[in-house]
Nanobody, 117 residues
Framework: QVQVVESGGGLVQPGGSLRLSCTAP????????MAWYRQIADNQREWVSY???????TYADSVKGRFTISKNPARNTLDLYMSSLKPEDTAMYFC???????????WGRGTQVTVSS
């Protein structure tokens, strides 16, 4: 397993935008599935978005149309572009990669996103 590092979180007003980044070794290989998750307080960590090794993306209904997941091999990052943010989006966001070898990551420390006016 490899480590990932999430970044880009912060405080943003409702309706605002934010870009989260996940530094992951597997991004440049184009052989890994990658996903973003979030955890609100002590609740179960929930899936937010996934992008396959082929670039096919899927989203949770709660964020569909507002969030965009993408890979940036040049920067070795998995990004999550968030817009039209709502207070209910407030959570600790995590990324994880899936697959064989370097595609298999551990959980990172996450990055906190707080949406508040």
């Amino acid at each position: 397993q490899v480590q990932v590092v999430e970044s880009g979180g912060g405080l943003v007003q409702p309706g605002g935008s934010l870009r989260l980044s996940c530094t992951a070794p597997g991004v440049t290989s184009n052989a890994c599935g990658m996903a973003w998750y979030r955890q609100i307080a002590d609740n179960q960590r929930e899936w937010v978005s996934y992008i396959s090794d082929a670039g096919v993306t899927t989203y949770a209904d709660s964020v569909k149309g507002r969030f965009t997941i993408s890979k940036n091999p040049a920067r070795n990052t998995l990004d999550l572009y968030m817009s039209s943010l709502k207070p209910e989006d407030t959570a600790m966001y995590f990324c994880r990669t899936f697959g064989i070898g370097l595609c298999t990551s551990t959980w990172g420390r996450g990055t906190q996103v707080t949406v508040s006016s």
